[in-house]
């Protein structure tokens, strides 16, 4: 059983399309995807409102500075620099 679609694009498109496809193949995949995306769009619908509800994220993440950790209580052993045992034989 095969099918056949004709699809009208404006021209614009079409000519998008001719420089960014190289294969029949990767039309064929292209042009499935958009068909799920539009026999889901409901469902899509449904994911762009739940994501309009997101806060929009601020500005920057604050740059780090020296000893800015310092509350979080970590503590490094005395022998933290000291050669390990277990790689003795690669230190040779």
Request: net charge negative; aromatic share 6%; glycine share 8%.
């Given at each position: 059983?095969?099918?056949q679609l004709?699809?009208?694009l404006p021209?614009e498109?079409?000519r998008?399309?001719?420089?960014?496809?190289a294969?029949?193949?990767?039309?064929a995949?292209?042009l499935?995807?958009?068909v799920?995306?539009?026999?889901?769009r409901?469902?899509?619908?449904?994911?762009?409102?739940l994501?309009?509800g997101l806060?929009?994220p601020?500005?920057?993440?604050?740059?780090?500075?020296?000893?800015s950790?310092r509350?979080l209580g970590?503590?490094l052993s005395?022998?933290?620099?000291e050669?390990?045992?277990?790689f003795a034989e690669?230190?040779?």
């Amino acid at each position: 059983m095969s099918y056949q679609l004709t699809i009208e694009l404006p021209d614009e498109i079409g000519r998008e399309l001719e420089r960014s496809v190289a294969s029949p193949q990767q039309l064929a995949s292209l042009l499935s995807g958009l068909v799920r995306i539009y026999l889901r769009r409901d469902q899509l619908q449904d994911v762009l409102e739940l994501m309009a509800g997101l806060p929009e994220p601020g500005g920057s993440k604050p740059v780090p500075r020296f000893g800015s950790g310092r509350h979080l209580g970590i503590q490094l052993s005395k022998d933290f620099d000291e050669p390990l045992e277990d790689f003795a034989e690669y230190m040779q």
